[in-house]
């Protein structure tokens, strides 16, 4: 099955900074790329995700990039805020079979 | 629209003890989903559901976990009997499907579990 990989598992970043979180996934026919926000307590919360056939997706200060050659993806996040502190987590999925990695604690100092 | 609603939120057993718990997804979302969380981990799928069918439970582990989806819309994951490993939140995710597309998950605010 799907196995999907994530780095770094914690990043600090100063507010204002961009934070780049990078996930690589081994099966090549997955085709949606899902990122999800988690705070403490509480449920994961789609924030932007990406289908196999577009190579980049912006959405405010949230980006990601798709490298389906490479089979690795990114998050990007511009001009942090110490709102954006939470566990991200990346996700790679073929027909619904969806499997995360194991999360990124960003942590924005102000 | 109404989101996952999962059920307890919280819950304290001994182990051996059996537990259940329950999710009644988005209506209309055909695909159901449980995840075990562990503390400081990713969700890790345990089950799939399309509709009432189980098309992937191969990481259930099936000497002492259980699931049900009957008539295609709720469902309920038990444990029995409960280890001091299971300790975790379990959380249920539902969407809707569209050919062989994939589509967002919907999760619910999760059981977390405590085996003592």
């Known amino acids: 099955g799907e196995n999907v990989e994530q780095h770094p598992s914690t990043l600090s970043v100063q507010e204002g900074d961009s934070a780049v979180i990078k996930c690589t996934y081994s099966?090549?026919?997955?085709?949606?790329f899902p990122w999800y926000k988690q705070e403490l307590g509480k449920r994961p919360q789609l924030i932007i995700d990406?289908?196999?056939?577009?190579g980049e997706k912006k959405d405010q200060r949230i980006a990601v990039t798709l490298n389906k050659t490479a089979k690795h993806f990114s998050l990007h996040i511009t001009e942090t805020q110490p709102e954006d502190s939470a566990v991200y987590f990346c996700a790679a999925s073929r027909n619904n079979d969806m499997r995360f990695g194991a999360g990124t604690r960003l942590t924005v100092k102000p | 629209e109404a989101g996952v609603v999962q059920s307890p939120r919280y819950k304290i057993i001994e182990k051996k003890q059996p537990v259940a718990f329950w999710c009644n997804p988005i209506s209309g979302h055909n695909t159901l989903y449980w995840y075990r969380q562990n503390l400081g981990q990713g969700p890790e799928l345990l089950i799939r559901?399309?509709?009432?069918?189980?098309?992937?439970d191969s990481q259930l582990p099936k000497d002492r976990f259980s699931a049900e989806r009957l008539k295609g819309v709720d469902s309920t994951l038990k444990i029995q009997p409960a280890e001091l490993g299971d300790s975790a939140v379990y959380l249920c995710a539902s969407s809707t499907r569209t050919g062989g597309s994939s589509s967002p998950l919907h999760f619910g605010n999760g059981t977390r579990l405590t085996v003592t």
């Open positions: 099966d090549s026919a997955s085709n949606y």
């Open positions: 559901y399309e509709n009432e069918e189980a098309v992937d």
């Open positions: 990406i289908r196999s056939n577009v």
